[in-house]
Nanobody
């Protein structure tokens, strides 16, 4: 199986930046996709960003132009650079790996955007 561990969450002021990391327990180069999702209190988990094995990226409309997903295959790590943060970005952010034979989720890291 695959273990995913998120880090980098915390408290940041509106307009600030934060970089999240997702470290995998094995090589990620063969994963179909790796992505970020978030879940705010009382809401369903929602898609944020994804990067494919070939390097293509897709973003939710709510974060386009502000967030950037990237990966470092040598470090088995996926990143989410978050800029121009807004209070509505407050949520637990989860890393997801889509691979064979199954998909995997991390435990999540809390991001709070507040003044």
């Amino acid at each position: 199986q695959v273990q995913l561990v998120e880090s980098g969450g915390g408290l940041v002021q509106p307009g600030g930046s934060l970089r999240l990391s997702c470290a995998a327990s094995r090589t990620i180069s063969s994963f179909y996709t790796m992505g970020w999702y978030r879940q705010a209190p009382g809401k369903q988990r929602e898609f944020v960003a994804v990067i494919t094995r070939g390097g293509s990226t897709t973003y939710a409309d709510s974060v386009k132009g502000r967030f950037t997903i990237s990966r470092d295959n040598a470090k088995n790590t996926v990143y989410l650079q978050m800029n121009s943060l807004k209070p509505e970005d407050t949520a637990v952010y989860f890393c997801k790996a889509v691979t064979s034979p199954s998909n995997y989720w991390g435990q999540g890291t809390q991001v709070t955007v507040s003044s």
